[in-house]
């Protein structure tokens, strides 16, 4: 089936610094991927939908500006959470669009700011 | 705005027993229905999903029942096992447009012995 494959699971970075989350598709292309962020003992939040070769698609109230999003290829997404703060800490998941309908998910990024 | 509803919130069942959760969705233009399971810092693994031409889709002892007209839709996990405890969420999308999910805000099943 399907998989994602998404890096780090999990980082600690100081606050200020940015950090880079990598999704990638490994045996299908990817036109659209979404990033998530899930806060503990909720549910998934969208953040922004990715289409390759064109911007993001940010959702409102989300920072395009903290929250870079590249789709530089059928089977990369990136985000970066740039100048970070204790309240970025999150748990950040992406998700991608097969050719089969579905979607699937990566393991997802814990990221804690210092 | 779109929205799911799921509920219970939290549920709690005897081994052996049968796990019901169920979702009431608004939007009319959803078709396609799927249910996840997360696992503690993991992410969401696509359980079982569903169209809204079929009232019923089974796979192993995770069945999804539709009900087109009431705009609702439920998971019946049978035989539940300790090992089917996580968080479930029902999610809806529509297939054409943006293809977001849009998720219910999910179901911490506990399995007890």
């Known amino acids: 089936g399907a998989v994602v494959s998404q890096h780090p699971s999990w980082v600690i970075c100081k606050s200020g610094t940015s950090v880079k989350i990598e999704c990638r598709s490994l045996d299908f292309q990817a036109t659209t991927m979404f990033w998530y962020r899930q806060f503990p003992k909720q549910s998934l939040m969208l953040m922004a939908t990715?289409?390759?070769?064109?911007?993001?698609?940010?959702e409102q109230g989300v920072e395009k500006d903290k929250f870079l999003i590249n789709h530089a290829s059928l089977t990369l997404s990136t985000l970066t959470v740039t100048s970070a703060h204790p309240e970025d800490s999150s748990f950040y998941i992406c998700?991608?669009?097969?050719?089969?309908?579905?979607?699937?998910f990566g393991s997802g990024t814990r990221l804690t700011v210092v | 705005q779109q929205q799911v509803k799921q509920s219970p919130q939290s549920l709690i069942v005897q081994k052996g027993g049968i796990s019901i959760i169920n979702c009431a969705y608004e939007n009319t233009a959803f078709d396609y229905f799927p249910w996840y399971q997360q696992f503690p810092g993991k992410g969401p693994a696509l359980l079982i999903a569903?169209?809204?031409?079929?009232s019923e889709k089974k796979e192993g002892r995770f069945t999804i029942s539709f009900n087109k007209s009431a705009k609702q839709f439920s998971l019946h996990i049978m035989d539940s096992q300790p090992g089917d405890s996580a968080t479930y969420f029902c999610a809806a999308s529509i297939g054409a447009g943006s293809y977001q999910l849009t998720f219910g805000k999910g179901t911490k099943l506990s399995v007890i012995p």
């Open positions: 569903i169209r809204p031409d079929v």
């Open positions: 998700s991608a669009r097969d050719s089969g309908y579905g979607y699937t």
């Open positions: 990715s289409n390759e070769g064109s911007k993001a698609t940010y």
